[in-house]
């Protein structure tokens, strides 16, 4: 079938004692298929996107519009941003701004405040051909916002109209990005009021910027449609998101506390981040249970195939059985370099001469699969038979079902992220933000103390 493949072999180890039976999974059986119901009727935002072509339209209106600038500049964080990082890596080429074919706008996304990041940008736009796309669901992201002041300083210091050269993506009727898109026209697209940032990527958030860069959405967004059948199927076994969030579960349950993400393919690395502030921020919660605290969560680690083989895989195959290790495995690059048989007379070399990168690289998956299988740590794999939107889209749907399914098993809210608050408020009170002035002191009085 055509699409992406997931492989859970090496999560089953009726030999170790922590390994997963296929039995623990029989008994989740009634579990999964009433949880997968539950999700199904309760619709949660993300679910609507793949059939809904109502933001697809805007978009595509705009298209000749955002593709005639020269660059385009996503100045957004989290999840207003990290998903069309991802976009762009995977499915343009790694060095799609510097290329001489290049037929779209240059793609810049400007995720933080850093001031030698956003100026090291700044230094390779110009701002009379530039577009920002400043993306912010809450329109009050104190990163999100700056950046989006300081873009509008230099566009009025060239003279230029901010009309022509911005388009807000923020919430259809609230925060400040919507208040100044009315009184001043600025073309604004909509985040759909129930999708989570995190699960935002199928909406304007990810889309607008794809298809800027010219990546196929209509095919994006067909890739998640045939996942949304795929996984809304209630048998565990023919439901691949259901599986590997029970399989995560379980692990979880027996002390498996992170979850690492190993793509072997530069290309698809950027698929680990965005898959990180997924399972991080809709999972890690804390709540109450008679007055005891509970707090729950499985830290995602990115890593990178065979680079990490290097830096981390000791660590994963000796060190404490804390960890699920999923490999993303590239069948077909786009491109592949045949190693050339030079130095035949040295066996350390000339076994390399005559094959090439594809070969190498996919054979020490290979061989890290097995060695952690062989040390009885679990591992699986997801598998792209080719990088395209159809299979990225695929994957992005299958994990935001997971998390999903997830957060039912751990009997908490995905959607929400009290946790992130407390920091954002400080910021806040720190920087002088008006209502904030109470809370300012109080923050240092604490410090002084
Ligand atoms: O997943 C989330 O909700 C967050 O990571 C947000 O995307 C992030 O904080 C940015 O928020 P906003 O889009 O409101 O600027």
Known sequence: MKGIKFDFTNMFYPNIEKGIKYEEINEYKDKIEKI????????????????????????????????????????????????????????????????????????????????DFVASVLDQIDPHTTLFNVISKSGTTAEAMSNYLIARGILESYGLDPKKHIVFTTDPENGILRKIAQEEGIETLEIPPEVGGRFSVLTPVGLL????????????????????????????????????????????????????MMPYSNKLLLLADWYRQLWAESLGKKYDINGEVVNVGQTPVKALGATDQHSQVQLYNEGPDDKIITFIKLEKFERDIKIPKIHEEYSALSYLGGKTLSELLNTE????????????????????????????????????FQTAIMGKLLEIDAYDQPGVELGKKVTYALMGREGYEEFSKEVKQKVEK
């Open 36 to 115: 997968v119901s539950e999700i199904l009727e309760e619709e949660p935002g993300f679910l609507k996107l793949p059939k809904n072509t109502k933001y697809l339209d805007k978009i595509l209106d705009i298209q000749e519009w955002v593709q005639s600038f020269e660059s385009f500049v996503v100045l957004g964080i989290g999840g207003s941003a990290l998903g069309n990082i991802a976009l762009q890596t995977t499915l343009n080429p790694l060095n799609y701004n510097y290329r001489n074919d290049r037929k779209t706008p240059k793609i810049f996304i400007v995720d933080n405040v850093d001031p």
């Open 209 to 260: 910027s794809a298809l800027a860069g010219g990546i196929d959405i209509i095919d994006l967004l067909n890739g998640a449609k045939t996942m949304l059948e795929k996984v809304s199927n209630k048998n565990i076994y023919e439901n691949p998101a259901a599986l590997n969030a029970l399989l995560h579960f379980l692990y979880y349950k027996k002390g498996y506390n992170i979850s690492v």
């Open 365 to 400: 998956l290979f061989g890290t699969e097995y060695a952690l299988t062989e040390h009885g740590k679990p591992n699986m794999k997801v598998i792209f038979p080719e990088i395209n939107a159809f299979n990225v889209g695929q994957f992005f749907f299958a994990y935001e």
